[in-house]
């Protein structure tokens, strides 16, 4: 493992160097592909901004995509990016933020190798768009709390062994106050998963029913009642993963409906070729947009401008999906299969024209609610007045529910 005294100035041509040390003593044709990523890990060349000894080496974030592209070149293995998203873009950014050294030590290495898969339990039926009303309880017992409550809309809950959780810990404060951030073993005692079937016919997400669960205080992250200040750096470094993915030009829900125009030619009116100029358009103003996020990124902590590009993200999905099933007749009506399917990571642009428009629905609501990110933009970009909060100073167990 990577010391604090082996680390030296960090520049491209150095971690070139460390990347071809590591090829040399882990050739990804003859190694193990989980071995390769331990040894990644170790060496620093995880993600290249977080401390030695934590998978990075105290280098500019910017400097990932040297590592990145040496290894692909080299055809070393990744670590799944898509099914362990959760874990690499919001619980491993907060633990790090709010864990103790034992936490990190323990949790982040194989978080990102993707031997254990994290979820997320914030939203509950009656707190999705309100997140801060969560009903969820969670009370001290000596060095354990206990944990009751249920959460809902979870990705990946199925797969997952462990969860980044918020729950209430003082009703008697206002409901922004009383939260606490905890990490749950998800094989505990009393956690129940549930598949819940969306209109796609997939149970991508799941109920989770938390019955008696008794989390060790060493499990808290943050101070008892700071749980919506932690929660805060999870849902922006979400927002960030959801919105602002590096693709190509043409890349994702653009690329497909434009390479059905292309080679579609009897499909093609004149109103839609207007309609898919104004989209394309659109598109390649919010990729360009992301990559200067990742810009602003590279500099420090996500901002709120995270939740624009989740918003725009969302709302191009939607109308893209619409023109590619308006676009195919008949045929964008069809439906492959409705048969139960449990997918281990979020496919956006899977399958046919069908299931990208039922899908693209929920991106309105995932990751923050269409109407929440324009509460935020207003807000924390614009400066604008907040909405009147009546319930902002009164005692959570008062609130009407």
């Known amino acids: 493992m990577t010391t604090a005294r082996d680390r030296t100035a960090v520049d491209a041509p150095e971690l ?25 890990f170790d060496a620093g060349l995880a993600w290249v901004h977080y401390p030695v000894g934590l998978g990075g080496l105290d280098a500019p974030r910017s400097l990932q995509s040297v590592v990145d592209a040496e290894l692909e070149a080299a055809g070393a293995p990744d670590n799944d990016p898509r099914r362990i998203g959760i874990g690499l873009g919001m619980a491993a950014p907060t633990i790090l933020g709010f864990g103790t050294d034992e936490q990190r030590t323990r949790l982040l290495r194989p978080l990102w190798t993707g031997e254990e898969v994290w979820c997320q339990l914030f939203s509950e039926p009656g707190a999705g768009s309100d997140l801060a009303a969560l009903g969820t309880r969670a009370v001290r017992d000596g060095d354990t709390w206990v944990v009751d409550g249920q959460k809902v ?13 918020i729950a209430r810990t003082d009703p008697d404060l206002p409901k922004h106050r009383g939260i606490t951030y905890f990490i749950c073993d998800m094989t505990d005692p009393g956690v129940e998963v549930r598949p819940l079937r969306q209109i796609t016919g997939e149970a991508e997400f799941n109920e989770v029913f938390l019955t008696g669960v008794r989390i060790p205080d060493s499990r808290r992250l943050g101070e008892i009642g700071e749980g919506w200040r932690v929660a805060q750096t999870t849902l922006m470094n979400e927002r960030v993963a959801i919105g602002g993915g590096r693709v190509p030009r ?29 989209l394309w358009t659109d598109a390649e103003a919010a990729r360009l947009a992301s990559e200067r996020l990742r810009q602003q990124l590279a500099l420090g902590q996500p901002g709120p401008e995270g939740s624009a590009m989740k918003l725009a993200f969302s709302h191009l999905n939607q109308r893209l999906s619409a023109l590619e099933v308006e676009m195919l007749g008949e045929e964008g009506l069809s439906y492959d299969d409705w048969t139960l399917r449990r997918p281990e990571h979020v496919d956006f642009t899977g399958r046919d024209a069908g299931y990208r428009y ?24 614009l400066g604008l007045p907040p909405e009147p909060r009546t319930d902002k100073d009164v005692a959570w167990k008062d609130l009407p529910r």
């Open 16 to 40: 070139r160097r460390r990347v071809r040390a590591l090829l040399d003593a882990h050739p990804p044709a003859g190694t193990d592909r989980l071995d390769f990523l331990r040894a990644r």
């Open 358 to 381: 039922l899908r693209a629905k929920g991106n309105s609501i995932e990751g923050g609610t269409s109407e929440v990110l324009l509460n935020i933009i207003a807000e924390r970009v």
């Open 250 to 278: 043409e890349g994702g829900m653009i690329g497909l409906v434009a390479g059905t125009w292309r080679e579609r030619p009897e499909l093609r009116t004149h109103d839609l070729h207007q309609r898919l100029l104004r």
């Open 153 to 165: 809309w979870t990705s990946s809950a199925h797969i997952a062994r462990w969860a980044i959780l």
